[in-house]
């Protein structure tokens, strides 16, 4: 995701007044009965489901201020965003929190207040059939440190992902997002930190769908490219799942620095040519893929790169079994590419989605 800091210095508006607000009250309960308007259907690539959706993001906020104050730094998006997703087609959201605030210090257990947060909104969610993808948005840090360094060994974030699997491995629709854009490490090193989790959630006895990203952002317009260390196309042929129940998650957005951080955006055609190179290469390996952001503003250029970019999706089905646009959530004010409904009305950008939804 293109980080709320580098928004705000770019003059992006975050709307902070929003705060406590958004599409509706946090928690309760409320979800229409399982399956009601949002199941998945067959259709994906190695038999998955097709999954379609937005990133629910405000959870991961206050990065600076960890663990922080929930209500002030920080909060979760509503079952009513959920709710309304829903009752647009949509089947996924990705939930994005902080490791941090999860798990307050390595190898300890799970803050109780913290999980309960969490598991309200992914229990409404996959009680009505959407399928959740948990994001822990951390860039493959832990406090400033990388994963795989002293500070942060291999086994505490394969300990993460033991008790994620062991808390949600007995819902078939939660998947694992192993980690929000691993970056500005070796790509060696974050396969190792990629395959220990995968060792663990497997070990656990979880059979989940598991998201394993690349280095650099993940983006897949950099992922045959090696100004970052070894390619991800060279790296991430080696990731290892006893399960072999996979995808690789990209991202992708279409600015001119694949940052996802201005209004304008390349060409109408930028999107595909991106994504062809990528969607070869995981054809080639014989993987899956998912595109776990992708946005754009409401102007004509951009929604005909994302209406471009959606069809060569749907288009190459063996291999692409979803995406989740990026962002919706109640603390995104006037964000150029937010999801979030205003004042009960649509956002432009979902006249696009709704012609690519199951």
Known sequence: MPSRSLVAALGI???????????????????????????????????????????????????????GTYGTDYTYPTTDEVDYFAATGMNVVRV????????????????????ARLDALVGHATGRGVHVVLDPHNYARYRGDVIGSAAVPRAAYADLWRRLAEHY???PRVIFGLMNEPNTMPTEDWLAAANAAIAAIRDAGAGNLILVPGNAWTGAHSWLQDWYGTPNGTVMTG??????????????????DFSGT???????????????????????????????????????????????????????????????????????????????????????QLAVLREHLP
């Open 262 to 348: 201005s209004a304008t955006y390349q060409s109408a055609t930028v999107g595909v040519e991106q994504l062809a190179p990528f969607t070869a290469w995981a054809r080639d390996h014989g993987v899956r893929a998912f595109l776990g952001e992708l946005g754009g503003a409401a102007n004509d250029t951009c929604l005909q790169a994302i209406d471009a970019m959606l069809d060569h999706v749907d288009g190459n089905p063996d291999v692409w079994i979803g995406w989740t646009w990026w962002a919706a959530g109640p603390w995104w004010g006037d964000y150029i590419y937010s999801l979030e409904p205003v004042g009960g009305v649509d956002r432009p």
């Open 239 to 256: 990731v290892v799942d006893p399960a072999d129940r996979y995808a690789i998650e990209v991202h992708q957005y279409l600015d001119g």
């Open 169 to 171: 491995g007995g819902d």
């Open 13 to 67: 508006v975050l709307s902070t007044a929003a705060c406590g607000g958004g599409a509706g009250g946090d928690g309760g309960d409320g979800g229409a009965p399982p399956g009601d308007g949002a199941g998945a259907v067959d259709g994906g690539g190695g038999g998955e489901p097709v999954y379609r959706g937005v990133n629910l993001s405000s959870a991961e906020w206050g990065e600076g201020n960890l663990p």
């Open 96 to 115: 994005a929190f902080r490791w941090e605030r999860l798990q307050q210090s390595l190898d300890g257990a799970f803050d109780a207040a913290e999980l």
